[in-house]
């Protein structure tokens, strides 16, 4: 037992070791590689030059990027904590549909909410037209709607497992002394609810503080964060220097932030029976007749999660409606340019060649004019972007399960402290920005090892990078379940079974279902990273679904986007939807 113990405990410290590796290569590639034309980069002789790049870069985005991330975490528990609470006092049967449909817009593409968002409050958007008064979707006001969208559904299921491990004699006893709204959050709530709350704002609060491709469209000028900083410095002023002080910069709050998450990370509960306030509500009807107000609490739980229903599903219905009508629009043209084509053919006979040119292009400036330059849509680019897009999202999924079942194999050995700290500490693969991930191994092979990677070595580049990446969210799906099963680890080894045979024969029956929800939500995760692939995309040497959406938005082929979006919305929620399945099928540690 101790041999195959000992076993699975090295092979974990293998793969986080080569998950560092990973990242290492990538960001000292960027501090001692530079390409032969590279003029641009700032030269760091003395401390003093280094100083001199932090202290612009803090003046210019320390800032910005703290208050945007601090209000947008601040505002976004504030809801959620309501919307949790609402949630609460509702029927047991709404609840697991409810968390479902607001933990659907967490693993939404950003690309495509920002899409949404605008088609809703853009320049042109319906609502903004609907409304009496004017605002813009570009600044503070857009960053802090769209981080609320991702990240309500997540923050209030965690609110809301926090509330279920009240003890159920604490819930009758405040019923029965009629407490009101601040004697149950404070005394009742918070106890429980604390550290949680803390734990919650600063992982919103990091993932805020780390958003890229959100504020690239939605910001603007005054609101650039540390992201858009590194993207400037590589994209538009080829300073390699400067993007790598920032993103070591980043990187530095990023991880003083997951040291705090680390000291304040809620105990786990020692209670085993279930505290729920549906139990209390199934037993005994205390809600009703004891609560004060309770039919009033019941209707705004109600009206809040109506709200929060709407806030979620009406960008989508909007995108999938702008989609049905450029489909039709598209189409209705590609219609008329086939008739004036024929018309023109008709003619064609009766006109000498010069004359027949000269009709041809006039035939086709009328069209243009009537249609715009987009007839159709090109679904070819279309085929290729998903097809590359499912490859690579497919052996990311692959990659992240294989590496998370062998990490969680060696830490159930070592303990849930040391597994906490290593759960933190993968939280590095987010704040790690993979446009300089990808920036650092494009300089690795074309400049330092000056080799031809090819399209599938970038490829594969692109899959682990989204695997990494996506190993933090399979940690927290399977940890709950391998937690379960480890009290037969040892009598799995006491009857004869090897390692891989444990695994095999007792372990993955029941974690299969567990399997299944995290490889879906992963691989919705991993459909394509946008901001990775900005570095090897030649010639469309490398595409994805995401990347043609922007390339489509940045065009203004606004018909083309639409239809795109629907169609990559029409894929991530079909996937939810078998997600949704395996996880009222499977075991309630296995839920969100």
């Known amino acids: 037992m101790k041999q195959y113990k000992w076993q699975e405990i090295s092979i974990a410290w293998v793969v986080l070791g080569i998950i560092a590796l990973f990242y290492l290569v990538s960001l000292l590639s960027l501090f001692y590689v530079r390409p032969e034309y590279d003029f641009n980069s700032s030269i760091i002789a003395s401390w003093a030059d280094l100083l001199a790049i932090v202290k612009q870069v803090s003046l210019l985005y320390l800032k910005n990027t703290l208050w945007q ?28 549909w409810l968390l479902t449909i607001t933990n659907a817009s967490f693993s939404l593409p950003t690309i ?12 042109d958007g319906w609502l903004r037209q609907i409304l009496p008064y004017q605002f813009s979707i570009y600044g503070l006001v857009g960053i802090v709607m769209a981080n ?16 279920q491990k009240i003890p159920i ?3 009758k006893q405040a019923q029965l002394c009629h407490f009101n709204l601040w004697q149950q959050w404070r005394y009742l709530e918070l106890p429980y609810l604390k550290n949680n709350l803390i734990n919650l704002w600063l992982l919103v609060f990091m993932l805020c503080f780390n958003s890229f491709a959100l504020v690239l469209f939605l910001g603007g000028p005054r609101y650039s964060n540390f992201e858009i900083a590194i993207y400037n410095s590589l994209m538009i002023e080829g300073n390699f220097t400067k993007a790598c002080v920032i993103a070591v910069l980043q990187i530095l709050f990023s991880l003083f932030f997951i040291v705090i998450i680390s000291l304040v990370k809620p105990k786990a509960s020692n209670n085993s029976r279930a505290n729920s306030l549906q139990e209390l509500q199934n037993e005994q009807a205390y809600l009703v007749t004891l609560w004060p107000w309770a039919k009033i609490k019941r209707a705004s739980a109600y009206l809040y999660s109506s ?13 999938f409606s702008s989609g049905v009508k450029s489909a039709i629009f598209l189409y209705q043209n590609y219609q008329k340019q086939q008739a004036q084509a024929n018309n023109l053919l008709e003619v064609e006979s009766n006109l000498s060649p010069a004359r027949s040119d000269l009709a041809n292009l006039s035939t086709t ?11 159709s849509y090109p679904w070819s680019e279309l085929f290729d972007a998903l097809e590359m897009s499912l490859i690579i999202a497919g052996a990311a999924t692959i990659v992240c399960l294989l590496a998370s079942i062998l990490i969680l194999r060696g830490t159930r050995w070592l303990g849930s402290y040391a597994y906490q700290w290593i759960n933190n500490l993968s939280l590095l693969s987010i704040i790690v920005p993979s446009m300089l991930l990808g920036a650092g191994y494009f300089l690795f092979f074309n400049v330092g090892l000056d080799v031809i990677v090819g399209t599938w ?7 682990l990078a989204n695997a990494f990446t996506s190993i933090v969210f399979c940690l927290n799906y399977l940890y709950p379940a391998y937690q379960q099963i480890h009290n037969y680890t040892n009598l799995a080894f006491n009857i004869g079974m090897s390692s891989w045979q444990s695994f095999y024969l007792y372990e ?7 399997i299944i929800y995290a490889a879906i939500t992963i691989f919705i995760l991993s459909l394509g990273d946008y901001s990775i692939i900005l570095f090897f995309v030649n010639n469309g040497q490398i595409s994805s679904i995401t990347y043609l959406l922007s390339h489509q938005l940045n065009s203004f082929a606004s018909n083309q986007g639409n239809i795109t979006a629907v169609c990559l919305l029409l894929l991530i929620l079909s996937l939810r939807f078998i997600a949704y399945y395996f996880a009222n099928k499977s075991p309630s540690y296995t839920k969100n």
Do not use: W
């Not at 991330?69 to 049967?93: N, Q, R, V």
């Not at 495509?112 to 320049?123: K, T, Y």
């Not at 609320?148 to 509330?163: P, R, V």
């Not at 070595?457 to 899959?463: C, E």
């Open 69 to 96: 991330a601090s209000l947008s975490a601040t505002i976004i528990l504030l809801l959620s904590y309501i919307l949790a609470k609402a949630i609460y006092h509702l029927k047991p049967g709404l609840t697991s």
């Open 365 to 375: 400036v009328q069209t243009r004019e009537l249609t715009g330059d987009t007839f």
């Open 148 to 163: 609320s969208y991702f990240n309500l559904g997540y923050c209030a299921s965690a609110i809301y497992n926090g509330m």
């Open 307 to 319: 709200l929060a229903i709407l806030f979620i599903s009406i960008p989508l219905l909007s995108l």
């Open 169 to 171: 004699e604490n819930i």
């Open 508 to 514: 993955l029956p029941l974690l299969k279902r567990s």
């Open 112 to 123: 495509l909410v920002v899409f949404a968002f605008i088609g809703i409050f853009g320049q």
């Open 457 to 463: 070595g970038f490829v594969s580049l692109i899959i």
